[in-house]
T-cell receptor, first 112, second 112 residues
Framework: QKEVEQNSGPLSVPEGAIASLNCTYS??????FFWYRQYSGKSPELIMF????GDKEDGRFTAQLNKASQYVSLLIRDSQPSDSATYLC????????????FGPGTRLSVLP | NAGVTQTPKFQVLKTGQSMTLQCAQD?????MYWYRQDPGMGLRLIYY???????DKGEVPNGYNVSRLNKREFSLRLESAAPSQTSVYFC???????????FGPGTRLTVL
């Protein structure tokens, strides 16, 4: 079992819809969870992070964490074509940087 | 604030040549990282530095060396480049308590 799993996609949603991106992780002791956006040919850009069970909202983005199910998701409301990118889930297994593990990413396509 | 900078942006090497990739950050972060990103493999940690003067191996350290020159700078050296080292290299930095990582723009390296 891979440490951090994501559907590779592509996930296609129409403009204005809610995009839902999912991530599961295997290490039950993981401490914090991150979502990055990566445009083609560019570097990963931090969207947000979450470390407590529940929801965390930042503008059009909501991260959801369920530690019991070892599941973290990212919702993008009112999706725009500019949201089309690969979304990387990352998990920090403790609070030290070297135990950061990235998932393979989900490619999102928002159709005008 | 420039954030994390990397040089060069692109490089072509012949097998057996050596080179150093440079990285600098101006966010006063203690931790710095070198990753490589390959299609289908995601981001993989090469080396990590928790603070000035310390370095640790990551998931794929073979064929690389690093130097944490000071708090700002972290360089990655390929002593004898191989075609398997063709990749995109990203430098990142982070700070406690959650160690969310911030990435540089990347170096696209081709080894012929």
């Amino acid at each position: 079992q891979k440490e951090v799993e994501q559907n590779s996609g592509p996930l296609s949603v129409p403009e204005g819809a809610i995009a839902s991106l999912n991530c599961t992780y295997s290490d039950r002791g993981s401490q914090s969870f991150f979502w990055y956006r990566q445009y083609s040919g560019k570097s990963p850009e931090l969207i947000m992070f979450i470390y407590s069970n529940g929801d965390k909202e930042d503008g059009r983005f909501t991260a959801q964490l369920n530690k019991a199910s070892q599941y973290v998701s990212l919702l993008i409301r009112d999706s725009q074509p500019s949201d089309s990118a690969t979304y990387l889930c990352a998990v920090n297994r403790d609070n030290y940087g070297q135990n950061f593990v990235f998932g393979p990413g989900t490619r999102l396509s928002v159709l005008p | 604030n420039a954030g994390v900078t990397q040089t060069p942006k692109f490089q072509v090497l012949k097998t057996g040549q050596s080179m150093t990739l440079q990285c600098a950050q101006d966010m006063n972060h203690n931790s710095m990282y070198w990753y490589r990103q390959d299609p289908g493999m995601g981001l993989r940690l090469i080396y990590y530095s928790a603070s000035e003067g310390t370095t640790d191996k990551g998931e794929v350290p073979n064929g690389y060396n690093v130097s944490r020159l000071n708090k700002r700078e972290f360089s990655l050296r390929l002593e004898s480049a191989a075609p398997s080292q063709t990749s995109v290299y990203f430098c990142a930095s982070s700070e406690a308590p959650h160690n969310e990582q911030f990435f540089g723009p990347g170096t696209r390296l081709t080894v012929l």
